[in-house]
């Protein structure tokens, strides 16, 4: 049976013989559904007609982008090599013969964690890619899973350790169980937090903000916002790297503190 993926937030659903009436996550106020109505495609029909660029964004930290644009809404994962195996953060909606080759090229993957469902992607088929390695969900967005799967781990609680000096740390507000990755072990010795939509980087340099919906401009409530500034201090890093080219650096822990900050204030 194919797999349907919606052509605007890029989520595959489970299989079936036909598409599904509508897209939750988009449907959802975070996202929207465009004036010409749903429309699917079947990931595997395009997927060796487009290919992966590489950015290396540092040593060891690879952010992934699809060429030419395929469906979504340009999620770029960040690949990142441990000292302990190869961890992917979010997902792109493309796997195909010459990225899993690229991949296993560079040591292989060895578990994927996903920030919040706008991210999901094909996420099932890149876990089935690499001998059905687990796929890290925090438990609360568990109702937004499209493609169920054995893979998927649900986490609990406000923190899980995958490896010495690999952590996710759950800070909802955008999702319930927005979630963002810290990694102790950069080659420069500092830390970096993998942060996405949950602590997301703006177009101005080193800028900062925090939102329920990005598209639909609606605000998180501050005290929202104040238990992400809680519960990320005491982590260090350097370097904030979001899914859309914009990163934060340097001290960007203490420029995330500032932010939850401006934005308090902003909403006085
Ligand atoms: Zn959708
Ligand atoms: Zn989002």
Not at 72 to 77: A, H, L, R, S, V
Not at 113 to 139: E, G, K, L, M, T
Not at 241 to 254: H, L, R, T
Request: net charge negative; proline share 6%; charged share 20%.
């Amino acid at each position: 049976m194919p797999k349907f993926t919606c052509k605007v937030c890029g989520v595959q659903h489970s299989p079936a013989q036909n598409p599904p009436a509508r897209c939750l996550i988009c449907e959802d106020d975070r996202q929207y559904v465009r004036a010409e109505g749903q429309k699917w495609v079947e990931l595997a029909q395009h997927k060796n007609q487009h290919d992966t660029i590489w950015h290396k964004v540092e040593d060891n930290v690879y952010r992934l982008s699809i060429t030419p644009h395929l469906v979504g809404i340009g999620q770029d994962p960040h690949f990142i090599q441990t000292q302990n195996g190869n961890y992917l953060w979010d997902c792109m909606p493309l796997i195909n013969d010459q990225l899993i080759e690229d991949i296993k090229a560079k040591g292989g993957l060895k578990a994927i964690a996903i920030s919040h469902p706008h991210f999901y992607s094909n996420v099932v088929d890149w876990s089935q890619a690499f001998d059905n390695i687990p796929i890290y969900i925090h438990i609360n967005d568990r109702p937004w899973v499209q493609e169920a799967s054995d893979n998927i781990l649900f986490w609990e609680g406000d923190e899980l350790r995958l490896e010495d000096d690999v952590t996710l740390i759950k800070c909802g507000g955008h999702f319930n169980g927005s979630s963002v990755m810290h990694w102790a072990g950069a080659s420069d010795g500092q830390g970096i937090l993998f942060a996405n939509d949950t602590i997301c980087p703006q177009k101005r340099i080193n800028s900062i903000s925090f939102m329920y919906s990005f598209p639909n401009v609606i605000p998180l409530p501050a005290r929202k916002v104040a238990h992400i500034g809680k519960i990320i201090a005491p982590y260090k890093f350097d370097r904030l790297y979001g899914a859309f080219k914009e990163n934060v650096m340097p001290n960007a822990d203490q420029l995330v503190q500032q932010a939850v900050k401006r934005y308090i204030k902003a909403l006085e």
